[in-house]
């Protein structure tokens, strides 16, 4: 019977680590998972099997980084594939909506795909920013698949230094 409570314990933290693991993957990429929707919706998936828009996902990553640097809220989103053109970006209260299009690229030939990971189509996400910050101020710069916007904060949200003196 000690092998059999082994074996359960065993199982048990195996199990635990993996609901962990799991856990953690949801959260860091619950915000980074996007969904992409497909912008020719006329054909179908049975008109043609081998279509690139008929087997690309509809979810993918757009992993990104929102941080504050002194006076300004910065994000950082990948977005490969896109230039400035294919993105539209909007603050609306304590939000930045990113709403973009990321188009199809398909190699020319005969060839038919066995794994299609890419994600094409349009996209909406929202990030809640953390401070108030001045819209007409932003800056957005997009190179080498990666968006930057900068976003000063207003002056209320800065914070301010108290200086102590002695009494």
């Known amino acids: 019977m000690d092998k059999l409570a082994e074996l359960k314990h065993g199982l048990e933290e195996t199990w635990h680590s ?16 996007t969904r992409f929707t497909p912008v020719n919706r006329s054909r179908s998936v049975s008109e043609d099997a081998t279509s690139a828009p008929a087997l690309a996902s509809n979810w993918g990553l757009l ?16 977005v490969p594939g ?20 990321k ?8 060839g038919r795909y066995r794994v299609r990971q890419c994600t094409f189509g349009s996209f909406r996400r929202a990030l809640q920013l ?14 080498n698949g990666v968006l930057r916007v900068e976003l000063p904060k207003e ?9 102590v003196r002695s009494g």
């Open 130 to 143: 953390p401070a108030p910050v001045i819209a007409a101020k932003a800056r957005a710069i997009c190179s």
């Open 103 to 110: 188009r199809i690229e398909q190699e020319q030939g005969n």
């Open 18 to 33: 993996l609901g962990e693991g799991w856990r953690q993957l949801r959260d860091r990429t619950s915000e980074a998972l």
């Open 82 to 101: 896109m230039v400035k053109e294919d993105l539209n970006l909007e603050v609306l209260g304590d939000t930045l909506i990113i709403r973009g299009e």
């Open 63 to 78: 992993a990104g980084d929102l941080y504050e640097d002194g006076d300004q809220v910065v994000i950082r989103l990948e």
């Open 155 to 163: 002056e209320r949200a800065r914070g301010r230094r108290i200086e």
